[in-house]
């Protein structure tokens, strides 16, 4: 399997067409995943704002206040607005924002970036991911569309690539009846490919100003297994989730 980096791209703009550009750099082959930043999707889709655009109401307000007593660093409640609305549920409120986007991704602040934005206070996630990697994947000589983000995990430090949409695969391998080594039936593993794929991706895309947006992985191959879109957990049996609707931040 291989990564390549496409190169060259220019800075993305509204409106612009992100498959055109794409193609315009790189030879594409059918069975080609191409793993697409959330941040390039997001600016040719116009999902930049202006904090101006999110007059922070009561809650806002008592969100960015608690936020700054806890880290001595100045909150703009506009910001927090901007979470708020972006998202259909708060999971936590302190020591930061954790939220569920209106997609069903769960992560800090609604996934909302205030890096590399050259010309707005704010860069929001698609609305619909999935639907931007099927547009995209319409335009393309490649079956296969991956949007990725990076985001944080519980009991880890740092970053990874994460799926939160795609198009042309199922999410996940289900490995359900299938057989370990021994010959044992497996009864529980369900490998979510299209993180894997992102992961694998950003590793190669990278980070900062030298980061490049579009990866293709080249040679991947999905075998001869059932496929599942599962890739959000239903909340009946995020069990994590459940916890921390319980739980409340304390600080020292």
Do not use: Y
């Amino acid at each position: 399997m291989e990564l390549l980096a496409v190169p060259d791209l220019p800075e993305i703009r509204p409106g612009d067409d992100l498959a055109a550009l794409i193609r315009e750099r790189i030879e594409l082959e059918p069975d080609d995943v191409v793993c697409v930043a959330s941040t390039v999707v997001s600016k040719s889709e116009g999902r930049l704002a202006e904090l101006s655009e999110f007059p922070a109401g009561p809650r806002a307000r008592e969100i960015a206040a608690r936020l700054e007593a806890i880290s001595g660093d100045e909150k703009d409640p506009r910001f927090a607005q901007a979470v708020l609305e972006e998202s259909t549920e708060i999971i936590m409120e302190a020591p930061f924002l954790l939220t569920e986007s209106r997609f069903g991704h769960v992560g800090v602040n609604a996934g909302i970036d205030r890096s590399n934005v050259a010309d707005a206070d704010l860069l929001l996630l698609p609305k619909r991911p999935s639907e931007s990697a099927e547009r995209i994947r319409e335009e393309l000589p490649a079956d296969r569309v991956v949007v990725t983000d990076t985001c944080g995990r519980p009991f880890r430090h740092g970053q990874r690539g994460v799926a939160i949409g795609w198009a042309g695969m199922p999410a996940a391998r289900d490995w359900r009846g299938e057989s370990d080594r021994d010959g044992r039936e497996l009864g529980v593993t369900v490998q979510n490919v299209v993180d894997e794929l992102a992961a694998a991706a950003n590793l190669v895309a990278g980070e900062g100003d030298g980061g490049t947006p579009v990866v293709v992985v080249r040679g991947f191959e999905f075998g001869d297994h059932e496929g599942s879109d599962a890739h959000f957990r239903e909340v009946d049996g995020d069990f994590v989730r459940q916890a921390l609707r319980e739980w409340t931040f304390e600080s020292n």
